[in-house]
């Protein structure tokens, strides 16, 4: 029988895990997911490297030799994080090649305290580019208003990006705006624009995370019937900004020239709220060209259990819009939630930042 991972594939649905260790990848489990979980991608962040090493996790040789070389804290962690997503990429090359470089590909994120600057950004997105030294990775860059430049200058110099933390319909269709200007540079640049890719990383879960505790705390029966629909709702409007955005005379141009449409990517799909299906995130946004990047447990939770009826999100748009509309009727303010999780995002991605770098200062230390 076709497993349900496999049946996402089929629908055009492309499974990206989120998450990335040494030891996933020196244990064989990375290899072992790429055949009999159908993941055909990997992404990462500073939580997730974070919690890698600060749990150890095959990180203690190889920080005992950055210690011996006089690395600080900040260039360790640059070794190890592009050392991981370098081999990773190693792993899955032949993905890369098999699917003309859609799949088959690894994101590392910049540095977090420079996502309000859009020229270090860019800086620091070449130099991981240079780092990892694979065709098949992405480097992340948040969708913050500083990233938009970034994320222009970055496609324009023929680097694969990974646009992470957009939580707004507004601010994914500036996204998409600046991935177009960025395929007009590189263009105009002479850069073969089919080895170009993106992904915009639309976060899933928080949406309902934030909207469903206003519901709860208004109470009244419309309001809790609304709960569990908002991040689903919000997904959905994002794919029709997709097929909108790319079916314009200034799209198609670049797509006749080679270039890729910058595809959809479902972010923050593991559910936070267990009186939710441990699924919905994936059974409910299934459409083609889509990437959905999922936690070991969702993915797990995917194969083991989901059902998967095919598209999910085309013909729901209209329905969308009413279950949005029906929020904001309640006075809850679409802009300012969305405001608020990007900010939260950013936070968060800093705190981890920070506690990674104090774990490998440590670490360093004690090598020493």
Known sequence: MTSPTAALGAAGVSIWLDDLSASRISSGNL???????????????????????GRGEGY?????????????????????????????????????????????????????GLARDAEGTAAEA??????????????????????????TETIAAGISVNVT???SLERYRQVINA??????????????????????????????????????????????????QAAIANARLAYEVFEQAFDTERARLLLEQG?????????????????????????????????????????????????????????QYRESDRVLSAIDSLGIDYVEVVTKLEKEGLQKFDASWDELLATVDDALRAAR
């Open 259 to 315: 270039a890729q449409p910058q595809r959809p990517l479902w972010a923050s799909t593991g559910v936070k709220d267990p009186s939710l299906p441990d699924t919905l995130y994936v059974t409910e946004l299934v459409a083609p060209g889509v990437v959905n990047t999922m936690p070991e447990a969702t993915l797990e939770a995917t194969f083991d259990h989901a059902e998967v009826t095919g598209d999910t999100v085309r013909g």
């Open 31 to 53: 290899r072992t997911l790429l055949a009999e979980r159908n993941v055909v991608g990997v992404t990462t962040n500073p939580t997730i490297f974070a919690g890698a090493i």
């Open 60 to 112: 203690e040789e190889r920080i005992a030799d950055c210690a011996s070389r006089g690395l600080d804290a900040a260039d360790t962690v640059i070794e190890l994080t592009t050392n991981d997503v370098s081999q990773a990429c190693d792993l899955l090359a032949d993905v890369y090649a098999d699917t003309d470089g859609r799949d088959g590909r690894v994101s590392i994120e910049v540095e977090p």
């Open 126 to 151: 070449r130099r991981l580019w240079d780092r990892v030294d694979r065709p098949n990775a992405m480097i992340k860059i948040p969708a913050t208003e500083e990233g938009l430049a970034a994320i």
């Open 179 to 228: 991935y177009l200007t960025g395929l007009e540079r590189a263009r105009s640049a002479g850069i073969d624009l089919r080895t170009i890719h993106s992904v915009a990383s639309f976060f899933v879960s928080r949406v309902d995370t934030e909207i469903d505790g206003r519901l709860a705390a208004i109470g009244s029966d419309e309001a809790l019937a609304l709960r569990g």
């Open 165 to 167: 933390l957009i939580f």
